[in-house]
């Protein structure tokens, strides 16, 4: 005979009297969470109460119902109507929905309360999402629906955003497929088809971090803080039909360009227009480019310009600025730092003294027909105009001075030819210590870690020449120190010369570099400063021995290690057998250069360099790739992308060591190098996503 299962009786409900409602002490919500009780009574007050209260009979003595009710379970909903009664927005005697609980029922109060409160689960986001989107369908606004639910706007905007993703990877979230901020990171992109082949990649990957899946929505996009993207701003790129991708979840940093081709466009319109400018200036030629390679304008002579002098109202207008400068500062002369807007301020007035006193200059016209510009963009993104500049065919030709005296400067001695190398080798050896790579291929390592291409390390070492003559310019002990070290090889170990100092610097061109360097953080600093002392310099000689006579010891120093810092040459150059310089003397020069990065503790990655397809990946083997892979985010990394053919890896490549701070062993600096080794390697023990990617 089967057993009859027994049924269950729930507990009554009915309404009660609010002033018959007493807050229980058997409520285990003891910690303020969530909304505050003044939130909540405002949502009661909008749509009622929505759920109802659990009461129990409180008993007197004897045992007998006294007509008051306590609440164990709902005690926020109790606070938000006893404030509301309060505010007199709601009767003392208003009927409460309660779910009655039996006297001396076997459940305890605590019991209740704590089921309550824990036997809940919290709306899933997607279904908040939902809910959101079908209420602004219905005719809400986001500010209405944010102000509905004690939220920001900006919450509702997040949530609606997940519109833009694929329905298909909306269903993997719903199933515990990926998570929330996995979904969010799609929602950078509206392209349906290229956030589903994104998730078939990295669901099959360990590191499936967001913003692995952000760095791949945007490969093939521009950051709003791009140069060109400054230059011809959002506004003009939206007009001209161009669009951006926001995150609306992370700092964008002004969102992504989707269209490079519109960019590019409108970057080469307007320095067409500038240089139409520029040309109408006078000009015999202006040319124009996004950027020029480093030292081209070393095949030009400059012509002479001058300063246009101030205004009457500029001038006025800059005792102004003065004024108010020194007075902040003498306010503030006490103070620790000065108040945000004060701050603020000071540097609005320092910008504005400056665009004062860097004083365009003004050319003869007769010079100007006959020379040209250069307009380009420049790092920052603004306009770069390089006036003045002379094609030495078109230089006035002068009579040549010839003196019987011997050399070309009238001194009897041979004229300098260009050489600096005093150790010649015929051997050609190429060893070396330090952190240089041998350019001898070895037959048996053709199809592995080959030493690298003579262009590639010429060009990695162009970059390191670049970045060492910041550092050895913005430190002048170290120049000093050089200097002196130079000199007194020439004195205590060569002949000296007959001149008055025979001490010269002479500027190393560097014509073999990569494409990426002439818009580097080096070349920005390297012009920068280069431009600020050209400004200052008076024009006469005299005038200069007595300018530099009258200088402090520290513009002095400054300006040493400045001039000094154009003879620095760390470059590597494949030297031909037999010639004037061996390649035992370029290794001789780098391992100096060596001991002069290290000196200086020159970092390549703070100074920019970052490894690409175009720059190192494109232009080694496949197993140079894998070694810094390997190097830079483990084992596991290099192995998930060894069956990828050279392309494909060398992009993997350049994408994985996005921001790992990894180097070549050409631009590593010892000291430096491994303790970046070990910062490198740790990173990517703790963050074993990383080295999925």
Request: hydrophobic share 40%; glycine share 6%; proline share 5%.
């Amino acid at each position: 005979m089967a057993t009859a299962i027994p049924k269950i009786t729930l507990s009554s409900s009915r309404d009660i009297p609010f002033n018959r409602l007493v807050l229980s002490q058997s409520n285990v919500r003891r910690v303020k969470s969530g909304l505050s009780i003044e939130e909540l009574a405002r949502d009661i007050e909008r749509r009622g109460l929505l759920q109802s209260l659990n009461v129990r009979p409180v008993l007197d003595g004897e045992g007998a119902e006294t007509g008051t009710y306590e609440v164990p379970a709902g005690g926020r909903r109790f606070r938000a109507l006893e404030l509301l009664v309060k505010q007199k927005k709601l009767a003392k005697t208003a009927p409460v929905p309660c779910v009655v609980r039996e006297a001396g029922s076997a459940i305890l109060a605590e019991d209740d309360s704590l089921a309550e409160n824990v036997q809940r689960v919290a709306l899933h986001p997607l279904d908040q999402f939902r809910a959101f989107r079908d209420m602004l369908e219905k005719g809400m606004s986001e500010e209405e629906i944010a102000a509905a639910f004690f939220v920001a706007p900006t919450v509702v905007k997040q949530r609606l955003r997940l519109m833009t993703v694929s329905d298909k990877l909306l269903e993997i979230y719903e199933q515990d497929g990926m998570k929330l901020e996995q979904l969010m990171a799609f929602s950078i992109s509206d392209d349906h088809a290229r956030q589903e082949q994104v998730w078939n990649i990295v669901s099959q990957s360990h590191n499936r971090e967001p913003y692995v899946i952000r760095r791949m929505l945007t490969e093939k996009t521009v950051r709003a803080s791009d140069a060109r993207a400054r230059f011809v701003g959002l506004e003009a790129y939206i007009v001209a039909g161009g669009h951006v991708m926001r995150d609306l979840f992370e700092a964008d940093d002004g969102g992504w360009l989707q269209d490079p081709a519109i960019l590019d466009r409108l970057v080469m319109e307007k320095l067409q227009e500038a240089a139409e400018q520029v040309r109408a200036e006078g000009w015999k030629w202006v040319e124009t480019a996004l950027s020029f390679p480093w030292g081209h304008t070393r095949q030009f002579a400059e012509i002479d310009g001058t300063e246009v002098p101030l205004a009457d109202e500029e001038t006025a207008r800059l005792e102004v600025l003065h004024t108010e400068q020194e007075t902040i500062e003498a306010e503030y002369a006490q103070a620790d730092e000065y108040p945000d807007e004060v701050d603020a301020r000071l540097g609005e007035i320092e910008q504005a003294i400056l665009a004062l006193e860097e004083r365009p200059l003004a050319f003869d016209p007769a010079d100007m027909a006959r020379a040209g510009a250069f307009v380009s963009l420049a790092s920052d993104g603004t306009l770069q105009v390089e006036r003045g500049f002379v094609l030495p065919e078109d230089m006035p030709i002068e009579p040549e001075e010839v003196d019987d005296a011997g050399g070309a400067d009238g001194y009897d001695h041979a004229a300098y030819d260009g050489r600096d190398e005093r150790i010649a080798d015929d051997d050609g050896d190429a060893g070396g210590e330090g952190n240089t790579i041998s350019p001898d291929v070895d037959p048996d390592e053709e199809d592995g870690t080959k030493p690298l291409p003579d262009r590639l390390f010429t060009e990695l070492t162009a970059w390191r020449t670049l970045a060492l003559r910041d550092a050895f310019a913005s430190n002048p002990h170290i120049a000093l120190t050089e200097l002196l070290h130079t000199l007194v090889r020439d004195v205590y170990w060569q002949t000296p010369g007959a001149d008055c100092l025979e001490a010269y610097v002479r500027e190393i061109s560097l014509p073999v570099h990569s494409p990426d360097m002439p818009g580097s953080l080096p070349v920005h600093a390297l012009r920068q400063r280069n431009e600020g002392w050209k400004h200052d310099l008076p024009d006469d000689e005299d005038a200069l021995w007595r300018w530099i006579d009258g200088l402090d010891d520290a513009s002095r120093m400054a300006l040493l290690a400045h001039c000094l810092s154009f003879g620095v040459n760390a470059l590597y150059e494949r030297m031909p057998a037999y010639g004037a310089v061996s390649q035992r003397s370029v290794t001789e020069r780098l391992k100096r250069a060596d001991r002069l990065a290290s000196a200086l503790s020159l970092d390549l990655v703070e100074a920019g360099w970052q490894p690409t397809v175009e720059n190192y990946f494109g232009r080694v083997t496949k197993a140079r790739i894998l070694q810094a892979v390997r190097e830079a985010r483990g084992d596991e990394a290099a192995d998930r992308i060894a069956h990828l053919k050279k392309p494909d890896m060398a992009r993997e490549a350049e994408r994985l060591l996005d921001g790992s701070g990894w180097l070549p062993e050409a631009l590593r600096t010892v000291g430096l190098a491994d303790q970046a080794q070990v910062e490198t390697v740790t990173a990517g023990g703790d963050m074993e996503a990383i080295a999925a990617e």
